[in-house]
């Protein structure tokens, strides 16, 4: 059976002293069209993450992009058999992705991008290069680039703390950055700016971007996704990991295995406590 629910993600950096007007419409066209997810409307800009049918999609992007602001964004779309989100949120917060500085701000300045197929060349040619994962220490678990640094952190407001113990032997190597879908790295690219990095890049689209334009070259495991998909492969396709009930852990198939996974009730990161 043809997977009918489509899922969009996208969010764009800038100036909206109006956010907290926009709520209501933007709750009012959700309800109308029967899409679910989470849309963060914030002072910096829009991130949003919906689901629903191809029909209620592009009849929520000729909404969208009645506004200026929010024309021709860059979407990353992928499709389910089921509906990922379980309600429809429009929240109001600080940042549309928290890492608590206030003078950073990605619609007057962000790092340098990288296309996927530049970044695909640059390793085929073996050139020298850091690959960074931004993302929490759960999400590198689950999949990452073939020998990207991981920072071991739980949230994105530990990256700057994360950035100022890297060897400053570094500083003037190239770097590419990657997230999942780009929006971390539009914040991280600035610290790595701040902290001295010399030549750093961010990996446009993320790990989704890649997927879609490049395939899983160069990529081992999956790629984490904060809705009830859990896990998407290079293909886009729902994968067979699963987040504990209790403490929210991602889990590989070998973990589902674990004597110390139980349906429901914990899993090997939590069964102890």
């Known amino acids: 059976m043809a997977a009918t629910i489509v899922n969009i993600a996208g969010y764009r950096f800038t100036s909206m002293p109006d956010r907290d007007e926009l709520r209501q419409p933007f709750r009012d066209i959700c309800a109308k069209l029967n899409l679910k997810g989470t849309i963060l409307l914030s002072h910096e800009g829009i991130n949003f ?4 049918s ?3 999609v592009d ?3 000729e909404f969208l992009e009645q506004d200026e602001r929010f024309r021709d964004l860059s979407l990353k779309t992928s499709y389910s058999d089921c509906q990922p989100f379980r309600r429809m949120n429009v929240r109001l917060k600080k940042e549309i992705i928290s890492i608590g500085l206030d003078h950073i ?3 007057e300045f962000t790092g340098d991008e990288i296309t996927p197929v530049n970044f695909k060349k640059m390793l085929d040619d073996g050139e020298e290069v850091l690959v960074l994962d931004t993302r929490n220490d759960y999400e590198c ?3 990452t680039f073939e020998n990207a640094m991981e920072l071991d952190i739980r949230t994105f407001r530990d990256f700057p703390r994360a950035v100022g113990e890297i060897s400053a032997d570094l500083k003037d190597k190239p770097v590419v950055m990657f997230c999942t879908g780009g929006i971390r790295c539009e914040k991280a690219s600035v610290v790595m700016i701040d902290a001295g990095f ?3 890049k961010q990996l446009k689209g993320g790990i989704l971007g890649y997927f ?3 395939g899983g070259d160069y990529w081992n495991g999956d790629c984490f996704v904060f809705d009830r998909r ?5 293909e886009l396709e729902e994968t067979d990991v699963v987040q504990c009930f209790a403490c929210r852990e991602p889990l590989l198939i070998e973990e589902q295995n674990s004597g110390k996974y139980v349906l429901a009730q914990s899993c090997p990161y939590c069964s102890d406590k």
């Open 105 to 107: 701000k990605p619609a």
């Open 49 to 52: 993450f919906l689901a629903g």
């Open 230 to 234: 859990v896990a998407l492969n290079p």
């Open 198 to 200: 010399t030549n750093v």
């Open 54 to 56: 191809q029909e209620s």
């Open 212 to 214: 879609e334009e490049v």
């Open 141 to 143: 678990r689950i999949g």
């Open 59 to 61: 009849s929520y992007i």
